[in-house]
C-alpha cells in the first residue's frame, strides 16, 4: 500500500501553493496516472513520494507517506547530469542487483527492450545515448531492483512506438502498484485505471485535485458532462434567483408604501389603526425572514463550475501560406552519422515537402532522426527563400537557462513589447510570478511553451519540431495537434505521439539504414 496523508507543497520562491492537503491511497493493482496543466506540480509530488528530500530544494513540504514494506523504483523526466558521464556498464553497476543476475536474465530484458546482449557492459556514455535509449537504459536499472512501487516521471517521452507497447505492456501486468506522469494520450487510455487530476483555478490562486478509479477515457467524459450538469444548474439558480429577488424587492416597496402612508389615511375605513399598525409590523417581520431565508439559500445556490482551461494560441499567420503542390523544400544527404564520424546511421536519404505538408519522421531508437533532423534546421534556418524556426528535442540548446521567459523573447527593452509578451504568457497559464523566475526553474512543458511562443511571435512559414508534443498534459495535447495541422506553412517533425502522428501529419517516413521510405 502507497498512502499519502494531508500534503501541501509550498513553493519557496513564490509562496504558492502548488498542493493543498492532498491525500491518497493506491493498491496493489493501481496504475494511476497524475494529469494536469505544465507547472501544477506532478513532477514534486513524484520526488517527493519517492524521496522528501528530492523536493525541498525548492519547495516546503508538510504532509506524511505511509509506505510500510513496498519497494519504490523512480525513473526521473530527465537523466541526473551526475549520470551523463557515466558509462553503461559503471551506470548499470550501481543497480544493487546487477550482479545478481543470471546472462540468461539480462539477455531476456536486452531482448525485451530491443537492445543488443551487451549493452549493460558497453563503455559508451549515457550522456551520447538517444532520448529513447536513456529511458530504456534507466527503465531496465529500476526493474531490476525488483521494486514492487513503480513512479515513472514522463517514462513515454523519446521512446519509439514498439517501446511505448512494450511499456504499455509493463504497465498493464504490474502486480502491484505503478504511479506514472505521462502525455501520451494513448498509453494513458490503454494502461490507467486511477486518475489523479491537479489542477491550478482561479488564475493559479488555488490549488485542486480529484481522484477518481476509473479509465482516462470515462474521467474525460464524465468530468465535461459534469461541468455542463453544473454550469446549466447554476445558470438556472441565478435566473430563478432574479426572478425571486425581484418579486421580494416589490413586496418589500409594497410593505414600506404602507407603513409610510398609515398615518395619513382616514382610518375610519379600516377599524383600529392600532391593529392596522401592529398588522403591517408582522408583515414586515414576515418579509424581513423571507429575506434572511433566502440569503441562506442564496449561500448554497450551486457555483459556477471552475475549470483550469487549456492553452491555446495560434501558430503562422496568412503570410505564412505556401501554395499546394509546389516544392518548397528538397533536402539530400549521401550518408548520416554519428556526432562523432564514428558511424554511419543511414545513406541515400532524401526528403521533397510540397506546399503546407506535415512531415512526421518516425524510426527506432538511436536510428538517428534527432541528428538528422538538427542538420536539416541548420541548413532550412540559413536559407533566404523559406523562414524556418526550430524546436529541438533538447531545449536548452536554444534557452538561455539564466535569464526569465520575457528577457529570453524580447531582445528590444522596450516597454510595450515586454507588456504584449507578459500578456501572451498570461494566456499560457504563467502566474506573474513565474515569467520572472529563470527559465531553469521552469517544468519541461513551460519551457516547451516559451520555444512555441517564439515560434508564433515570428513569421515562419516552416517549423522544425522535434517531438512537439512531449511536454504538453494530455489536456493540452488535442490543443497543440490542432494548432500545428492548422498552421498555414510546413512542417517537418519527429513523434512517436500516435494521436500527433494521426491527426497532423500528411505524411510519414520511416528513417532506416537505407535512408526515408
Known sequence: MLQVKNLTITHRKDLRIILENFSMVLNDGDKAVIIGEEGNGKSTLMKWIYDPEMAEEYTECEGERVMAGEMPGYLPQELPEADKEKTLYEYFSEAQLFFDKEPKELARMAAEFQVATDFFYSDQKMGSLSGGEKVKAQLMRLLMDNPTVLLLDEPSNDIDISTLELLEKLINNWKHIVLFISHDETLIENTANV????????????????????????????????????????????????????????????????????????????????????????????????????????????????????????????????????????????????????????KDIFLRVRGPEKICIVGTNGVGKTTLLKKMAEEMLSRSDIRAQYMPQNYEELLDLDVTPVEFLDDTGDKAVRTRIRTYLGSLKYTADEMDHPIRELSGGQKAKVLLLKMSLSDANVLILDEPTRNFSPLSGPVIRKMIASFPGAVISISHDRKYIEEVCTKTYTLTEDGLK
Open 195 to 346: 486518475v489523479i487530476h491537479i489542477e491550478q483555478i482561479m488564475r493559479k490562486t488555488k490549488s485542486r485535485y480529484t481522484i477518481v478509479k476509473d479509465n482516462y477515457q470515462n474521467y474525460i467524459k464524465n468530468r465535461a458532462a459534469n461541468f455542463e450538469r453544473q454550469e446549466q444548474q447554476a445558470l438556472n439558480d441565478r435566473r430563478d434567483k432574479k426572478l425571486r429577488d425581484e418579486k421580494y424587492r416589490r413586496l418589500m416597496q409594497s410593505v414600506n408604501r404602507a407603513q409610510t402612508t398609515i398615518g395619513s389615511v382616514d382610518t375610519g375605513h379600516i377599524g383600529d389603526p392600532m391593529q392596522a399598525a401592529r398588522n403591517l409590523k408582522d408583515k414586515m417581520h414576515t418579509v424581513k425572514a423571507m429575506g434572511r431565508r433566502f440569503e441562506k439559500e442564496d449561500e448554497n445556490m450551486t457555483e459556477r463550475p471552475e475549470q483550469e482551461e487549456a492553452i491555446f494560441f495560434k501558430l503562422g499567420d496568412k503570410n505564412a501560406g505556401m501554395p499546394a503542390g509546389k516544392t518548397v523544400i528538397e533536402y539530400s544527404l549521401d550518408k548520416l552519422t554519428t556526432p562523432d564520424g564514428s558511424k554511419v546511421l543511414s
